[in-house]
């Protein structure tokens, strides 16, 4: 679903200047003024939609677990912008970013995660286990890396079928040293299957650094013993990521089977509601914060380039926060399910 290009807008580009690199020198897309906007909003959205569950959990509206995405949002929009409609999305419990990128409504995410009859689970899966079979979202799932089997098995349903979509399957840098991860490697390859290996290397799994947890750190390299090629990206840059999502998904599109993308990025806020990260200094989030935040980078862009003024932006701001606002009122208003649903929609 990529946005139409502008082409008035597009004929502003600055082609004198040499072409702009990610931070690690990896290729960067050359969005136009739609595309920043986009881009900007959608992460924006993601952003006070987790600072709003973030205070209804203090407040105790929403129980049990809830991390958030804070910090990582350049991911799951860079990905979603190059994406089309039908390609299926699985990931792990840090979820609710992934949600809203595939459109999933903030009052229907909300719902759930305060266990309302609305939500996208009947209020009965919470923050960990939503779907959407309409927007191709298979979840959320809390247990690690269960779900990189999930989406290998809905990339041979693509196969298997002859269509043309592309299973997108995230999971962290803990994730990545699973053992069903790499039996799915193996098959993914074996069948060429078409997905796409997210790895999203925060840095830590829990309290855990990937410099004491793991022997080889460049998690691009994972699939390489299966020939699956993989990339780092700058995960803090939407554009880098929109652009390896496009090698990528042609990569699948065209039959050549799996592979990994490695999205360096961070996570600001602790591992779940209930980690206060005293694992890592103050000063290394501020630096990841001050430096290369997703949000501030497109910015800072826009106001450059004259595509939007602050009163723009803060225009946006204010109608993103409306619509959280608006999720907000909307699920506490719902009712919880009746007693009688206790026993209905699980397995016994
Ligand atoms: C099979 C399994 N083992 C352990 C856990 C406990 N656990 C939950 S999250 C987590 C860390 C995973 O870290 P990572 O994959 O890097 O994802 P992140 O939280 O950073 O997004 C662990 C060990 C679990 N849920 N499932
Ligand atoms: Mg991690």
């Keep these: 679903m990529a946005p139409r290009k502008n082409a008035t807008v597009s004929s502003r580009k600055t082609s004198a200047k040499p072409a702009a690199k990610a931070s690690n020198g990896g290729p960067v897309a050359d969005f136009d003024r739609d595309e920043e906007l986009k881009a900007y909003r959608e992460m924006l959205l993601i952003r006070r ?3 709003k569950a973030g205070q209804l ?3 105790g509206f929403i129980g049990g677990f809830c991390h958030l995405y804070i910090g990582q949002e350049a991911v799951v929009v860079g ?14 419990y840090r979820d609710h970013g992934h949600m809203l990128a ?17 939500g996208y689970s009947r209020g009965k899966g919470g923050s960990m286990h939503m779907f959407s079979k309409e927007k191709h979202f298979y979840g959320g799932h809390g247990i690690v890396g269960a779900q990189v089997s999930l989406g290998t098995g809905l990339a041979f349903a693509n196969k298997y079928r002859g269509n043309d979509s592309v299973s997108i399957a995230y999971f962290g ?6 053992g069903q991860v790499y039996e799915s490697f193996n098959m993914a390859a074996l069948w060429k299957l078409p997905i796409i290996y997210i790895i999203e290397n925060n840095r830590y799994a829990m ?3 990937t410099a004491r947890a793991t022997a080889q750190s460049n998690y691009s390299l994972r699939g390489s013993g299966f020939g699956i090629p993989g990339v780092q990206v700058d995960g803090m840059d939407v554009r880098a990521v929109k652009a390896a ?3 990528a998904l042609e990569h699948c599109r065209s039959g050549k089977g799996p592979i990994i993308l490695e999205m360096l990025t961070y996570r600001y806020r602790g591992h779940s509601m209930s980690d206060p990260a005293k694992y890592r200094s103050k000063e290394e989030v501020q630096k990841m914060r001050s430096e290369q935040d997703p949000i501030e980078q497109v910015k800072a862009r826009l106001i450059e380039r004259g595509w939007a003024s602050e009163d723009d932006l ?3 701001d204010k109608d993103v926060r409306d619509i959280v606002a608006d999720s907000a009122d909307f699920a506490q208003a719902a009712p919880e399910p009746d007693v009688s649903e206790l026993y209905t929609d699980i397995l016994l």
Excluded: P
């Design 245 to 247: 999502a496009d090698e």
């Design 314 to 316: 803060k225009a946006v």
């Design 173 to 178: 840098d803990g994730a990545a040293n699973q």
């Design 207 to 209: 309290g855990t650094s």
């Design 49 to 51: 939609f987790e600072e």
């Design 57 to 59: 959990y203090g407040m």
């Design 79 to 92: 990905m979603q912008m190059a994406q089309k409609d039908g390609d299926q999305v699985i990931t792990a």
């Design 102 to 118: 595939t459109g999933m409504t903030a009052r229907g995410v909300m719902a759930e995660l305060t266990g309302r009859v609305d």
